[in-house]
């Protein structure tokens, strides 16, 4: 029995072990694979995610025109920064011109010469691509890309792509400059370490393709969580992974080795099945030695009172030579009695104990279903306190929120379109609501709307017009429109603000309300201070940017100049002749008729890129953004042919005076930019001098 009961346990035990190794063996296996599929997936989403952002940035029309416009260099590093701020991988950003000239870095090495190899590379690969992609990657190695407190092994990828003025004719138009990205092996290890656990760890090495590219730039990159035993015993796996997507234009190849501590022995089966089988037979001689004693002490006695007692029932009452006798038996029939007896006794108490565990078990349960219906009816009331004070909180927590965002209010008003800050900031406030908004200022009859049906707004309920009061609701559909009034010191109506919600809360009610009051003191400050900016750079007589305007735009202008000096640019002296004969004859007002029809003679005759002021008295001034020499001699024959047509400067009374003015001009492709000013004025004397002669005027 021993043996049919110990051999198939040691089977089934040895065939259990087996499975629960392979199951072990398979799981540890699934681990490496979901690790390995993790990785490869962080690679493809970052430099997917990497490769959006630089085609979306090298579409942006201010960073384009940021190349050749020295002013816009803050929209190009504000632009770098977001960049590299918001893409882990990217650590530094380079953009060039199409003479890999550094324009703008950010975190870079500024006035860089590392670029001689990748200028050759990409100019050679641009002028023989004819794909989609206009992303090219590169491996670096050993080279000065930035400080070595962001690089310190030197080595990384980098991007490049090329800028054009247009996208529509593709790589067809040679580029106006170069965005350059750097991302070093430092920040490519900082983006997958996070997923590693201790004794895992990642090797990197690229496949070799393409001129110009070294092979060891990324060799044995090593991505560990925490110290690596190297005499821990590990499984691996290799996958081939490819960077590639629709922007990149020559994808690359890398070889990714993924390492786990989590070693696959032998089978232990084979070993546990030998100790098995080994205690087996053990247990088997123990227990056929166990068996003779008992045999010997127990069985034997026992087989002769069996024999006594048989030979009694046959009445064969042989007594001679048996240790047992005739009293035996009667005694033991006895005691079978005794114990039947005791037995009955004891199972009718433990019938009468049943019955009262029975009792006390139904009354447990009731207990015990009246201590749920407790508990479920207390945790029904701690949720509703739970919930309410949950709510309690958010609302506190979105009214913080709410105050904070309109403290940063006044300061996004006074920059920017002024609809487009507002309807922003209140889909901040509230973004579960619809939100509309009309400005009357500059005669502005569009609705700014969102999530609102515009129709709805036209409907004369919603005019403002319509009410007394600042604040109205009506209904649309279920829900309520709440209109609020825009007005400025003066109590006018500036403009409205429509909120489709449901009934307002007094908090919440209060909230907008203040944020309408700020909105209308700011809008009627900026308004303020719009037209104090524009007063300040204006000739109140004629209209023209004044003096101050022209200070301002000649320096900015000779500064641009000193950067970029192929960019020209010309400017005109001008006077108007015989303004002190028109006041001392007629009077100041035809002094002043002369003044503006003279301004508008000069108005008419530059063009739209060229900016006239009035400098004081009878003074003008001519400024030509692209004034080379040949550009200033057309606008001089222009003037010249305005100045010999007869034009007069006339009174309500019929009372008029011909327009006459002295000319002179200078270039900065003939004359330095500090001295044109002085130039441009000499000439402009001697012409009037000449004018004065020719008429035979004393001045």
Not at 111 to 121: E, M, Q
Not at 166 to 173: A, D, E, H, P
Request: with cysteine; hydrophobic share 40%; net charge neutral.
């Amino acid at each position: 029995m021993l043996i049919i009961a110990v051999v198939p346990a040691a089977i089934v035990g040895g065939l259990l072990l087996k499975q629960q190794s392979d199951v072990e063996a398979n799981y540890r296996i699934g681990m490496l694979d979901r690790l390995s599929n993790t990785i490869k997936q962080e690679f493809d989403y970052r430099f997917s995610l990497l490769s959006t952002s630089l085609d979306v940035l090298s579409r942006d029309r201010l960073f384009v025109q940021a190349i050749d416009n020295f002013f816009l260099a803050g929209h190009v590093s504000s632009s770098l920064g977001t960049l590299v701020k918001n893409t882990p991988l990217i650590q530094a950003a380079y953009l060039v011109d199409d003479q890999w000239s550094e324009i703008e870095s950010y975190n870079g090495i500024h006035g860089l010469s590392s670029f001689s190899k990748l200028k050759d590379v990409l100019t050679y690969r641009l002028s023989n691509y004819s794909g989609k992609g206009r992303q090219w990657v590169f491996y670096y190695n050993d080279e000065d890309l930035m400080s070595l407190k962001y690089n310190p092994t030197r080595r990384g990828i980098i991007i490049g792509v090329p800028i054009f003025q247009s996208m529509t004719n593709g790589l067809k138009r040679t580029p106006l400059g170069y965005l350059i990205i750097v991302v070093p092996i430092e920040n490519i290890i900082k983006v997958l370490q996070p997923y590693l656990k201790d004794g895992e760890r990642v090797v990197l090495q690229n496949h070799f393709s393409g001129a110009g590219d070294n092979k060891n730039d990324m060799s044995n990159i090593i991505i560990a969580q925490g110290e690596i035993d190297k005499n821990t015993p590990t499984i691996n796996k290799t996958i081939n992974i490819e960077l590639k997507n629709k922007y990149i234009s020559e994808p690359i190849e890398y070889t990714m080795k993924v390492y786990m501590d989590k070693y696959l022995g032998e089978n232990p089966y084979i070993k546990s099945l030998k100790y098995i089988s080994f205690f087996g037979v053990v247990i088997i001689l123990l227990s056929l030695f166990s068996a003779g004693l008992t045999y010997r002490w127990i069985a034997r006695p026992l087989g002769g009172l069996m024999d006594v007692v048989r030979a009694y029932s046959r009445g064969e009452y042989k007594q001679s030579d048996e240790k047992l006798r005739f009293a035996e038996f009667f005694m033991v029939e006895r005691l079978i009695r005794n114990m039947a007896k005791t037995i009955r006794a004891q199972m009718a108490d433990l019938a009468a104990t049943n019955k009262e565990l029975n009792i006390a078990y139904l009354e447990k349960e009731q207990a015990n279903l009246q201590l749920v219906n407790f508990n479920d009816q207390l945790e029904r009331k701690v949720e509703d306190k739970t919930l309410a004070l949950s709510r309690s909180l958010l609302r506190e927590k979105n009214r913080r929120s709410m105050l904070q965002s309109l403290l940063s209010f006044s300061h996004e008003l006074q920059s920017g379109n002024i609809i487009e800050t507002v309807m922003t900031q209140v889909v901040a406030l509230y973004p579960m609501a619809g939100w509309a908004m009309k400005s009357y200022a500059d005669n502005e009859v569009t609705w700014a709307c969102e999530n609102i049906d515009q129709s709805r707004l036209e409907m004369p309920d919603i005019q403002p017009e319509g009410h007394y009061s600042d604040y109205y609701c009506v209904s649309n559909n279920g829900r309520y429109l709440h209109c609020f009034k825009i007005k400025n010191s003066q109590n006018d109506i500036t403009g409205i603000i429509v909120m489709q919600y449901m009934a307002l809360e007094h908090d919440d009610f209060e909230v907008i309300s203040l944020f309408i009051r700020q909105l209308s003191i700011e809008l009627e400050g900026r308004l303020l201070n719009e037209e104090l900016a524009r007063i300040a750079v204006t000739d109140s007589l004629t209209g023209l940017a004044n003096r101050k305007a022209f200070d301002q735009d000649l320096e900015e202008h000779i500064q641009l100049f000193d950067r970029y000096p192929d960019r020209h640019f010309g400017l005109f002296m001008l006077d108007v002749n015989g303004l002190k004969r028109a006041n001392d004859r007629y009077g100041h007002s035809m002094g002043d008729v002369l003044l503006i029809e003279t301004s508008k003679l000069l108005m008419e005759t530059c063009r739209l890129t060229d900016k006239v002021y009035r400098l004081g008295g009878d003074e003008f001034a001519i400024i030509l953004e692209t004034g080379a020499c040949d550009s200033c001699g057309i606008l001089w024959r222009r003037l010249e042919k305005v100045r010999d047509q007869i034009n007069y400067a006339c009174l309500p009374n019929g009372k008029r005076v011909e327009i006459h003015f002295a000319v002179g001009y200078a270039s900065t492709d003939q004359y330095p930019a500090d001295q044109i000013c002085l130039v441009a004025d000499k000439a402009m004397y001697k012409d009037k001098r000449n004018f004065y002669e020719q008429a035979g005027i004393k001045r």
